[in-house]
């Protein structure tokens, strides 16, 4: 008995990573995949005529379920609310406090009612199927934004409503399971106010608390290093569980502030365990994507029937924009980004967890014979949302102007004389740049050169949120401070992926003091540093752009400028290549490459051979 528990615990962290790296691969949203292997493992065996599931969540973990997932449901918004920084509000702030009062409330009143009329829900789950359809799912708008890159205050806004609005829905599913096991009206509105005081003074007073007291014990050093991110797990955890034990579901709004509070605290960085709850936060919303729909009971997407589609149909292209339209009125909001937010509300794992959390108390509680029905019809609202935004986000984010594909763009960490020289090169072929460096004699003569320039420090984390990255995809750091060059990277990867963001090597005998995963990719050859890249220009070294040809191919390139010639970068068509010291193989003919030369030093003898070529080139 024990081995097949064994096996199907491991199967669930199996499965779920599994289909997360399989989406990766195939650049599909990871939520689809899940639900697949989820399905393939447990209802989809009892379809086929099968004695039992391949994976049977309430056999694993038998009462254990529903603590698992509430507890798994608040570490995720405890991430979530990490991400949260109070300076975007700035100019979202409006349109966030609007989705999630005006809005919920639209949303909450349509997909109720189309609940209704349409699937001939009992009204009682009519209500409570809307209050759980209000969230927005941050577990899927984070991955579609950071795939998207959108411009402007859309990404901000849907970040910030996808997050708080996950508390927001679980209070109104509370406030509606509580009233509708109520038979007096008015007991039930008593019961709801004191449930809201609750959920305000516990959920809210436990959460600012808890991260005001983890932020002073680790700026006093309370905590050793290697226990902080222990400790504070820990502290959110019992932050849950002590509200919960207050007031019912208010925890979810206690670990959502906590992390806010720690998010925008100044007082220490907070970076590290940002970082573990990301990825703790993966392995738990492939887990509970994994064991939530292996659960389902096949025979209750039966009850559903075609009706659904004119559901979900309803909830696309009826509540949500009409609550996106309400909420944007007195906003300065332009009608594409008001149509983008429209069409951008996918359903997540909190909207799942939710409803298999209250059908299964309804269910136990009796009188509610449809209750079962919750749970499926949640999970094709997600299934259906997933895949219609996931597949149309992309798309439609760059026909309305709102985002680029591919962004080809560079920001350039330093803008002393030579950085500006290359960077100048790469806005002049047609590629977005942004360079930014602390010194203001450098910020101030890179604007003179016409180059978009921020003039700040690129480790701080206010110039990280203030940089306008919209077709920027990649990060070189070129300063001559090493250390700069590779906290830079790692400041980076997290918006542009470990494989675009680069820096020079260290100069000295200690190039490779530092590990290989805290450092960028290596610049154009190896061994080049800031000291022989500096003296290369200080020898009279020019950026040069080359058309390479079948005749002029990239070996006669570097015999016509000899060996001291510096390759770095390769444009064919729209798309721009950083050359580094990792790639094996020479750029082809077709492509325009970008590189430093010395003019003088150029053999004579093969003049006549670049000429014959016709192959015309740019200083």
């Not at 090169?425 to 047609?430: L, M, S």
Request: aromatic fraction near 6%; include cysteine; glycine fraction near 10%.
């Amino acid at each position: 008995m024990s081995e097949h528990l064994l096996l199907g615990l491991a199967g669930v962290i199996v499965l779920g990573v599994g289909a997360q790296w399989l989406a990766w691969r195939l650049r599909m949203p990871a939520i689809l995949l899940l639900l697949v292997f989820g399905f393939a493992a447990g209802p989809l065996p009892l379809l086929l005529g099968l004695e039992q599931r391949f994976i049977d969540p309430n056999e694993l973990l038998n009462g254990l379920l529903l603590p698992f997932v509430s507890l798994a449901v608040a570490l995720i918004l405890f991430e979530g609310g990490l991400s949260l920084k109070l300076s975007e509000l700035r100019e979202a702030g409006v349109m966030v406090r609007n989705l999630v009062t005006i809005g919920a409330a639209i949303t909450w009143a349509l997909t109720a009612g189309a609940a209704y009329w349409i699937l001939d829900l009992d009204l009682r789950l009519s209500v409570l199927l809307g209050a759980v359809l209000v969230v927005t799912g941050p577990t899927v708008i984070g991955p579609l934004l950071r795939h998207v890159r959108p411009r402007g205050p859309v990404g901000p806004i849907l970040k910030w409503e996808g997050i708080v609005i996950d508390p927001i829905g679980a209070l109104l599913a509370l406030l509606v399971f509580e009233a509708i096991q109520v038979r007096q009206m008015g007991d039930a509105t008593t019961l709801a106010m004191i449930a809201i005081i609750k959920t305000l003074v516990a959920g809210g007073g436990l959460g600012l608390l808890a991260g005001a007291l983890t932020a002073q014990a680790l700026r006093r050093h309370w905590v050793p290093d290697f226990l902080q991110t222990g400790v504070v797990l820990m502290l959110v955890i019992a932050t849950f569980a002590a509200s919960n034990h207050i007031q019912e579901e208010s925890g979810l709004l206690a670990v959502t502030l906590m992390g806010v509070w720690l998010a925008n605290q100044k007082q220490v960085d907070v970076s590290h365990i940002v970082e573990f709850k990301e990825n703790l936060g993966t392995l738990l919303i492939a887990t509970l994507f994994i064991l939530l729909s292996a659960r389902i009971d096949p025979s209750s997407f039966r009850a559903i029937g075609p009706s659904s589609i004119g559901f979900v149909l309803v909830l696309l292209l009826v509540a949500r924009p009409l609550g996106v339209l309400v909420s944007s009125i007195g906003t300065n909001l332009s009608w594409r980004e008001r149509l983008f937010i429209a069409w951008l509300a996918p359903r997540g794992i909190v909207a799942a967890a939710i409803a298999s959390v209250f059908s299964i108390k309804l269910q136990a509680h009796g009188g509610f014979e449809d209750a079962g029905v919750l749970v499926p019809l949640t999970f094709t609202v997600i299934i259906a949302t997933v895949a219609i935004y996931g597949l149309s986000a992309v798309p439609l984010a760059r026909r309305l102007g709102l985002a680029e594909p591919n962004p080809q763009g560079i920001l350039f960490a330093g803008a002393h004389d030579w950085a500006r020289k290359i960077a100048g090169t790469i806005q002049e072929k047609g590629f977005r740049v942004l360079v930014v460096d602390s010194n203001r004699d450098h910020a101030a003569a890179a604007r003179l050169d016409g180059l978009p320039t921020y003039h700040g420090n690129v480790l701080y984390e206010h110039v990280i949120e203030e940089l306008d990255l919209g077709g920027i995809g990649r990060l070189i750091a070129l300063t001559p401070n090493d250390g700069v060059n590779a906290l830079a990277a790692q400041h980076f990867i997290h918006e542009f992926g470990s494989a675009n963001v680069y820096q020079l090597a260290r100069g000295g005998k200690q190039k490779d003091a530092l590990p290989m995963q805290l450092r960028g990719r290596r610049l154009f050859r190896e061994g080049l540093n800031f000291t022989a890249l500096s003296a290369l220009f200080a020898a009279g070294g020019v950026v040069k752009a080359t058309p390479l040809t079948e005749q002029f191919d990239f070996d006669a390139f570097m015999s016509r400028y000899g060996e001291t010639a510096l390759p770095m970068f390769a444009i064919s068509a729209d798309k721009l290549e950083v050359i580094c010291d990792d790639q094996s193989s020479a750029p082809n003919p077709g492509v325009t490459l970008i590189s430093v030369v010395l003019p003088e030093l150029a053999a004579p003898a093969n003049k006549e051979a670049e000429q014959s070529a016709h192959s015309p080139e740019q200083a």
